[in-house]
């Protein structure tokens, strides 16, 4: 083999493994501040459970891809068939008896900020662990609040 061929495959197989590399990095790091279309709403304090989010944005969010990953009706249908994950027909009710303790609002909150934390029987945990990072509170609650609408 000549010196030149065997320079190229060394750099080919240096590029082939830094782009595996990079493809193998954890969700743990945390995404850029992602833009988004929908008008920016009021901020409210993160901290209050009691406010309510805006389910009209929060249908423009469910429709939109965060943080690089698809969106949420690329895996979840509005009605109740299957497509990845489980239909968000009738969720509010389904997620209100989920977990002993917690509302429908507590549930999906923390189904979307750490999407393992409640998997559906019959279903693997393949959400994306990103949201949390990707959406502010607002956009969570509005998130929410379309979902309870279904």
Do not use: K
Request: hydrophobic share 40%; glycine share 8%.
């Amino acid at each position: 083999m000549s010196l030149r061929l065997i320079e190229w495959q060394r750099f080919a197989g240096v590029l082939i493994l830094s782009l595996a590399l990079a493809a193998c990095a954890t969700t743990e790091q945390r995404s850029p501040a992602r833009q988004t279309s929908v008008p920016p709403t009021a901020q409210p304090d993160a901290s209050s459970d009691t406010d309510a989010g805006d389910a009209a944005r929060g249908e423009q969010l469910f429709t939109e891809s965060v943080g690089g990953m698809p969106s949420c009706s690329t895996c979840h249908a509005l009605d109740s068939s299957q497509i990845i994950g489980p239909g968000m027909a009738g969720i509010g009710e389904r997620a209100g008896s989920r977990v002993e303790g917690q509302t429908a609002a507590e549930y999906l909150h923390t189904s979307i900020v750490d999407s393992g934390e409640f998997v559906v029987e019959g279903y693997q945990n393949v959400m994306p662990d990103v949201f949390e990072q990707s959406l502010n509170e607002a956009e969570i609650r509005d998130l929410v609040a379309y979902l309870l609408s279904l």
